[in-house]
């Protein structure tokens, strides 16, 4: 028999994961299960995905091993009273609810024996090019931690990292997408500043970061080196460094990701 997944909570984020695994064929749309509340995005993803989208989420606990925990961390307390007693041992639970550690399901499950995969993916993961970092428990085999690492892969970059790392993830790729579309807010605003259109700035500052992201990529360069090729003598860029240097650029930057991963610790702590 084939393998069925099943999603509990059926928002943003697993329709993501629904979208990347049936696009990259690891999962069939009839091996996928879905508990949702709201009836309108039930019909929403089984019109568009084929998927089979139920209102309890009995039949995801009966019919699938993998187990995608995909409701907000807020709601997560009152999911888990619900299903205390339909998480069995084979179960592999998967929870992409930011900040609350493992510990926390194994305690309100009473189960310690129970397999529990923690994710920390981002936004981008909605147009399947996500950065994810997964961590485990001493229940989840080698095995079954891949079962975990395809699913993400199907929605952009993954690592496997131990727990303790999870605040520092959250700090860089979990918030990261909120300062990279600051960053670019504030260049389309220069543009505008210096003459050009709204539209222009915005096509122009766009293509600017995407284009940068795929030469660092496809170069394999540092950024340092990269920078340094376009940073002539006397020129413009060297000239609008030296302001970036002058304010602390890099320093902010340390600063901005330190007090994400502080504020996840807190976070993480109740
Ligand atoms: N969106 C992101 O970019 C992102 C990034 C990283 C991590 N995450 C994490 O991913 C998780 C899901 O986020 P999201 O953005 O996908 O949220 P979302 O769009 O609000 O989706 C959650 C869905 O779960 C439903 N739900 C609530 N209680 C439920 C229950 N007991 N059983 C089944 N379904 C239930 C909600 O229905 P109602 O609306 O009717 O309550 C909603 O449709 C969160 O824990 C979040 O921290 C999200």
Do not use: W
């Amino acid at each position: 028999m084939r393998q069925k997944i099943g999603f509990i909570g059926g928002g943003q984020m697993a329709e993501a994961l629904i979208k990347g695994i049936i696009t990259s064929g690891l999962y069939k749309s009839e091996d996928i299960l879905v508990a949702e509340p709201n009836e309108s995005r039930r019909d929403h993803l089984e019109s568009i995905y084929s998927v089979k989208a139920h209102y309890s989420n009995l039949p995801v606990f009966e019919n699938c091993r993998v187990i995608m925990l995909a409701v907000k961390p807020q709601t997560m307390s009152m999911l888990l009273e619900d299903c205390q007693d339909r998480v069995q041992p084979q179960h592999i639970l998967i929870s992409i609810a930011a900040g609350l550690p493992i510990s926390f399901y194994i305690d309100k499950l009473g189960k310690p024996k129970t397999k529990m995969v923690r994710v920390m993916p981002n936004t981008p993961a909605l147009v399947l090019e996500g950065a994810s970092a997964i961590s485990r428990n001493l229940n989840v085999t080698d095995e079954e931690l891949r079962v975990a690492e395809e699913i993400f892969l199907a929605v952009g970059e993954v690592v496997i990292l131990d727990e303790v790392h999870l605040d520092a993830v959250t700090g860089l790729s979990g918030s990261g997408p909120a300062y990279v579309f600051s960053f670019v807010e504030a260049l389309i605003d220069a543009g505008v500043k210096s003459g050009l259109t709204r539209a222009i700035s915005e096509k122009l500052a766009l293509q600017t970061v995407s284009g940068s992201v795929k030469l660092l990529k496809e170069s394999g360069e540092h950024p340092a080196a990269l920078r340094g090729k376009v940073t002539s003598p006397g020129g413009t860029a060297i000239t609008a460094l030296h302001v970036l240097e002058k304010v602390g650029f890099h320093g902010i930057i340390m600063d901005i990701v330190e007090s994400a991963v502080n504020r996840s610790k807190e976070l993480g702590k109740g």
